[in-house]
């Protein structure tokens, strides 16, 4: 059951922490709330876009999708976590489509409030572009990693991801094998015997609930390319 109000959510996004209390309050009042179920297409690639969106509980993930309908998993998105910025602030059609992976609470900010705070606030834009850089940082992450590591270099790289994002060596278990594979560019057979080697070696180890890191330096010796 969500209980924070509209201006509680916005307070708790990241990217928003620097924006002062009048820009969150006229966002809150301007904002709507849906709800979606596991599997359902929140936004469609190529879709008009006019929204921005926060997810305030659940998780969604950034997919590209084939024509012979194979997903590439561009990120996975948590609570606090946006996505549709960048088609609310170039006009351009959305770039990829979102998924929900859980029960998911979305919040929805529309192009015109959103434009209208833009207009009036320094801050809110110096947060956008923040949000912006902060992506293409990633972005760029990962195109290393899929250019330049193995396939056990990349998994060492998502571990090590999912490591910083949670602050901590212990981490839940939120991707399943094949999660993993679409966000690598392997199969998911190869992901689970490469997660199973890491295990035997000491490496990490993994729970039902959740993965371990045991061996940082391991994992961070196979991110560095040869």
Do not use: W
Request: aromatic share 2%; hydrophobic share 45%.
């Amino acid at each position: 059951m969500v209980s924070q109000s509209p201006l509680e959510v916005l307070r708790s996004v990241p990217i928003l922490s620097n924006v002062p209390e009048s820009d969150l309050v006229a966002l809150a009042q301007a904002s709507r709330e849906r709800s979606y179920p596991a599997g359902q297409v929140i936004l469609r690639q190529d879709a008009p876009g006019d929204a921005m969106y926060v997810v305030i509980e659940g998780r969604v993930k950034v997919v590209l999708i084939g024509e012979d309908g194979r997903e590439v998993i561009l990120s996975v998105l948590g609570p606090g976590a946006v996505f549709g910025e960048m088609a609310l602030l170039d006009d351009a059609p959305r770039s990829a489509h979102v998924i929900a992976m859980t029960q998911c609470h979305v919040m929805t900010l529309y192009r015109g409030a959103f434009h209208e705070r833009l207009r009036a606030s320094p801050d809110l834009c110096l947060a956008m572009l923040a949000a912006l850089s902060s992506r293409l940082r990633l972005a760029d992450e990962r195109i290393r990693a899929l250019s330049l590591l193995d396939v056990n270099g990349r998994v060492a790289h998502l571990l090590l991801q999912q490591s910083a994002e949670a602050g901590s060596d212990t981490f839940p278990r939120r991707l399943t094998h094949q999660n993993m594979a679409e966000l690598i560019g392997a199969s998911r057979e190869t992901v689970s015997r490469t997660l199973q080697h890491l295990s035997e070696r000491g490496v990490i180890e993994i729970g039902r609930r959740q993965v371990s890191i045991l061996d940082r330096a391991a994992l961070e010796a196979a991110v560095r390319p040869t």
